[in-house]
T-cell receptor
């Protein structure tokens, strides 16, 4: 499976600021996904980021709050904008395969104060 | 809203026993099913994929799928303390061109030495 890295691994940010999370894959992949996992909860899909098309957002998530870039087949970014304490969470990127499997990066632990 | 339900747990078994984890899903069209293991503070790790009715075995793990009853289970034989983790059931929604995963809330498994 692909090797996936995320930066930063964790951060503490002040409310009202923005943070951009990077996801790098060691091989070319078509499908990349961004998830959020709040403390003690399961994973919630934020958006799907396929190269060459606009990101597709899930209900409850909007582009102004979570803009996503996908400039090539190995890289994507998720920005958390105008942060509030409710955005404190773990943000995970994943990559999809042709057999519908998904593999996750190590995650970014975000705390908003 | 497509749903994935898991037995709430937590589940505690003695070392060497069989751990049984269950999952039901609401979408009759779903064709792909996955079990992830998530250690505390880590990202989810794919441990089993199953696509056809019946059993699929991989080492100490067996996934069982029954599409008519809309359930998928994971059996862990000869449970080890290192199996202690949260197990997440995930079901694919293959509508359109984006292969979205819907996750259950997870079952916390503790294997006691």
């Amino acid at each position: 499976s692909a090797v996936i890295s995320q930066k930063p691994s964790r951060d503490i940010c002040q409310r009202g600021t923005s943070l951009t999370i990077q996801c790098q894959v060691d091989s070319q992949v078509t499908m990349m996904f961004w998830y959020r996992q709040q403390p003690g909860q399961s994973l919630t899909l934020i958006a799907t980021a396929n190269q060459g098309s606009e990101a597709t957002y899930e209900s409850g998530f909007v582009i102004d709050k979570f803009p996503i870039s996908r400039p090539n087949l190995t890289f994507s970014t998720l920005t958390v904008s105008n942060m509030s304490p409710e955005d404190s969470s773990i943000y995970l990127c994943s990559v999809g395969t042709n057999s519908y499997e998904q593999y996750f990066g190590p995650g970014t632990r975000l705390t908003v104060t | 809203q497509k749903e994935v339900e898991q037995n709430s747990g937590p589940l505690s078994v003695p070392e060497g026993a069989i751990a049984s984890l269950n999952c039901t899903y609401s979408d009759r069209v779903s064709q792909s099913f996955f079990w992830y293991r998530q250690y505390s503070g880590k990202s989810p790790e794919l441990i089993m994929s199953i696509y056809s009715n019946g059993d699929k075995e991989d080492g100490r793990f067996t996934a069982q799928l029954n599409k008519a009853s809309q359930y998928v289970s994971l059996l862990i034989r000869d449970s080890q303390p290192s199996d202690s983790a949260t197990y997440l059931c995930a079901v694919i929604d293959s509508g359109g061109s984006n292969y979205k995963l819907t996750f259950g809330k997870g079952t916390l498994l503790t294997v006691n030495p």
